[in-house]
């Protein structure tokens, strides 16, 4: 293999490592609108509040799509946004809700918060909050 194909293969495949974790196909991008449009309608939220340049956030990532991928109800019956830190860090939403940084996973139902996790990446705070919206969400 000459080096050119080396560097193509090679590319090809850290972007491929990279992708599942930007991202699963059933979270929602946030926007304006769109978190009161899903509490309305009784879902429960999980809202991941990210930056793509933050190592703490894609660590939290990675742990999200192996929880995810380990559990299929998580998926069936929590509402995922990413709500963009660099878009909406200096946003309503953050100042309302008292968001102190990226790296905030935060879990809604109704008018009520049910958890929150400020820069941890360990699997067990992550599942545990992903078991609380599993529960609020049962509950409904």
Known sequence: MNRRMFLIVAGATAAAAIIPHIGHASDEDY????LEKHLAADD?????FKASWCSTCRAQGEVL???KAANPEYEKK???IN???DTY???ELVSSMRIPRRSTLVVLKGD???GRIVAQTDEASIRALMDTALAAAAGA
């Open 31 to 34: 926007r304006p609108g769109l």
């Open 44 to 48: 429960t939220v999980f809202l991941d």
């Open 65 to 67: 799509s192996r929880l």
């Open 78 to 80: 929590i509402v995922f």
């Open 83 to 85: 709500v963009d830190w």
């Open 89 to 91: 860090g200096k946003s």
């Open 112 to 114: 009520q918060e049910l």
